[in-house]
């Protein structure tokens, strides 16, 4: 019998489960999954296999899905068996050096957005800002420049659509406007939709321990164009990073060593979280095994279950490639000549507190490297069974693989994704990433907020004799049970948080991971706000030592700014008649008061309070650089505000009213929360009766937990940001999907 948590059945219900024409829901989850096994076994006819082989393997799949031991990535949940019956989740496109190539990389991307698909472009191979074109004797915009075209595109997209489409943007660190890429994101209104990550060479890294400069190359004619310090281009990417979390890095000599079909090309770029290196064209075909469900009930890993699982899901991921529909003929072409899969795993957090092994620990870093190395060694024999049956994928002879097996169906066999959709799904932790909390808050529409309690910890607090709300509640203000003393140490070792972990030890576990991966792996490395820049670099220096392909951090608080989006509006209530209505007292001629700037997620946000002879009678508040809907909203709040003093309203109620409303984008000024344009407001009407500055001061217990991201505007709850993009804790509603 299917078993999900409320979490999952709402995550399912918003944006998976089929719907009529008039939005109602008309599809069960098991008649989701089963549309799915049927949609992905059933291409097996065009292979030869017999009909009751196929509706055998349709309930294995069925099975493995309903136990929730294994899931798809979110395109293939959402489309296999349907009209779009697109299932990869992402792309990489080529932007050559003419602005038709350039032009259509963004008509392609557009239709891949459309189709639910994100994106990732490397713009080394455009000329530097300046540089000549001959063609009209003009000069060259750069690759910054068309980026934000890029981004432009996406934009006008998400306004036709539900979500943005995500891209990631490369640069190489040795192209000439490299200066320009890394501060492109320094101010957080530009460049919205994407990701940035700059590739590092080996010469550059090499230059970078000598302390010495290195080259820049032109791209369009080869040639030496200048020389950078090593040093001081570092000092940027991690100063950067530090700031709001771009540039990330990828070791692009690093990737092409491992790349398996280098006579195809290069790998220049990535997907939007950095986990799939690609060549231009090609698309990712992900699946996460669920290693919470791998785990018997004595405590032991079920290496058998884990073999066997892997083993059919290689064959899943290479049916996921034949029953396809590709949004670009070119697309299907490069995916088709290599066939690469990325099986991963999810709930590793999970397996670890189920073996009683802390996330910080050299135990769990060996487990790590042991775990996906077994997976990759068992799905690896899958392939070469399946290229035996069915045929290596086409550019096998000449791939780095022709002298080492007879066959091989894929080019690649795993990957670490993020898994923040799909783990809520299965209720389990989030791809390779520790816990976020070990209980948190969860709002349910029309309902009372709920205590969301990690089910491991409360048996275990129960045991314990300690379990109560309070305590509960205690523990989601906290974010963490570090520091609450009634708390055994035992749990204390084991219940670790992203912010409990040292930075150092997320990198170990990222490169533990990376020993078993084809592809790459997708890993957030998670800094307390207090973190400094040294402590950024000594991840990117450890990250390149022990073989990542990449990495990315995220200092908590970090991002002044997100991208503002609105939620969805509540129908207006009937107000009851006949009631005792208050005239508000005219405005006089002259007043006077004073202007406090506040940090919001929609930029600088000014609250102008005015009085007159009876006291507090006005707000207007000014958004900075904004309009359209954010701008006439706080003008719409400031005039019903400024009624309401004139009524005779108090202050402390409207103050009590505004403040801890949440917006998807909340901000950070001097190191706190400001929730919402309408929570800024509130905080200035606060201090006009405290006499201090109340706009950087939060009581609310949800705004105190590690991470925030704001509220989702699907459905109120938690964000977090996770690999590069904020994902709602309750819904699984993503910014980047």
């Not at 409990?500 to 991966?517: E, M, N, R, S």
Request: proline content about 5%; charged content about 25%.
């Amino acid at each position: 019998m299917l078993k999900l948590t409320d979490n999952a059945l709402t995550v399912l219900e918003r944006r998976y489960l089929k719907r009529n024409n008039e939005g109602e829901i008309i599809e069960t989850p098991e008649e989701l999954f089963m549309r799915v096994a049927k949609a992905i076994a059933q291409v097996e006819e065009s292979f030869g296999t017999p009909q009751e082989e196929i509706d055998q393997l349709a309930q294995t799949f069925y099975e493995l899905m309903c136990n929730l031991d294994f899931l798809p990535n979110s395109p293939t949940l959402m489309n296999a068996g349907r009209e779009l019956g697109q299932l990869s989740a992402c792309f990489v496109l080529p932007v050559d050096d003419s602005m038709e190539a350039i032009f259509d990389a963004i008509k392609y991307a557009a239709l891949i957005h459309k189709s639910g698909g994100g994106t990732g472009f490397s713009f080394s191979r455009l000329r530097p800002k300046n540089d000549m074109v001959s063609s009209t004797g003009g000069v060259a915009s750069g690759p910054v420049s068309f980026m934000k075209v890029f981004n432009s595109a996406t934009q006008a997209v998400i306004q036709g659509g539900k979500r943005r489409g995500a891209n990631m943007g490369v640069l190489r660190v040795d192209h000439p406007d490299i200066l320009e890429f890394i501060k492109a994101k320094t101010d957080e209104q530009e460049l919205t939709n994407f990701n940035i990550s700059v590739a590092l060479t080996d010469k550059f890294m090499e230059a970078l321990v000598k302390d010495e400069e290195y080259e820049l190359v032109n791209p369009r004619t080869g040639e030496v164009a200048g020389t950078l310090s090593a040093k001081m281009v570092f000092d940027l990417i991690v100063e950067g990073a530090w700031k709001n979390g771009d540039p990330g890095v990828v070791f692009i000599d690093t990737v092409n060593k491992y790349n398996p079909t280098p006579q195809l090309g290069e790998i220049e770029g990535t997907n939007p979280c950095g986990e799939v290196p690609l060549l231009p064209f090609e698309s990712c075909n992900l699946a996460s095994l669920n290693l919470s469900r791998m785990v018997t009930d004595d405590g032991e890993i079920d290496w058998d279950k884990l073999a066997r699982t892997t083993r059919i899901l290689v064959r899943f991921l290479d049916n996921v490639i034949e029953a396809n529909q590709y949004p670009l003929p070119q697309i299907e072409k490069q995916t088709k000549l290599s066939r690469k899969i990325g099986l991963g795993v999810m709930g590793f957090a999970d397996m670890l507190i189920q073996l009683n092994i802390p996330y910080n620990s050299d135990e769990a870093v060996a487990l790590a490297e042991k775990i996906m190395c077994f997976i990759q060694k068992e799905g690896r024999e899958a392939s070469v069974e399946l290229g035996e049956i069915r045929g290596s994928f086409p550019a096998f002879p000449e791939s780095i693989y022709a002298d080492k097996y007879p066959a091989l169906r894929n080019a690649t066999v795993t990957t670490v994704a993020p898994t923040g959709t799909i783990s809520i799904i299965a209720g389990c932790s989030s791809g390779i990433e520790p816990l976020f909390a070990v209980c948190y808050v969860r709002n349910v529409l029309d309902q009372d907020r709920l205590l969301e309690v990690h089910p491991i910890f409360a048996e275990r607090i129960r045991q314990y004799g300690l379990y109560s709300k309070e305590l509960m509640e205690r523990v989601a203000a906290e974010g963490s049970i570090a520091h609450i003393d009634e708390i055994p140490q035992e749990l204390k070792r084991i219940f670790v948080t992203a912010h409990d972990v040292d930075p150092l030890w997320h990198v170990k576990i990222q490169a533990a991971f990376q020993k078993g991966t084809d592809n790459a792996v997708s890993k957030t490395v998670n800094l307390p706000n207090s973190a400094t820049v040294e402590d950024v670099r000594e991840v990117y220096h450890l990250a390149y030592q022990t073989g990542c392909k990449g990495v990315t951090v995220y200092r908590d608080g970090s991002r002044e700014s997100q991208v503002l989006e609105v939620a969805k509006k509540d129908k207006p209530k009937e107000v009851p008649s006949g009631r005792n209505t208050i005239l508000p007292r005219k405005r006089p001629q002259v007043t006077h008061g004073s202007t406090y700037r506040v940090q919001t997620g929609c930029g600088n946000v000014y609250v102008t309070v005015n009085y007159d002879d009876e006291g507090l009678c006005e707000v207007f508040t000014q958004i900075g650089k904004a309009g359209g809907c954010a701008a006439a909203q706080a003008e719409a709040i400031s005039r019903l505000v400024s009624l309401a003093l004139r009524a005779g309203v108090k202050v402390e109620a409207i103050a009590k009213h505004l403040r801890g409303i949440r917006c998807p984008s909340p901000a950070w000024q001097s190191g706190e929360v400001i929730c919402s344009c309408p929570d800024a407001i509130g905080r200035v009407l606060a201090s006009t009766i405290t006499g201090h500055d109340e706009a950087c001061a939060s009581d609310d217990l949800e705004d105190k937990l590690l991470n925030f991201q704001g509220a989702c505007p699907e459905c109120g709850s938690h964000m977090r940001h996770v690999d590069g993009c904020a994902v709602c804790i309750a819904c699984g509603y993503s910014r980047c999907s």
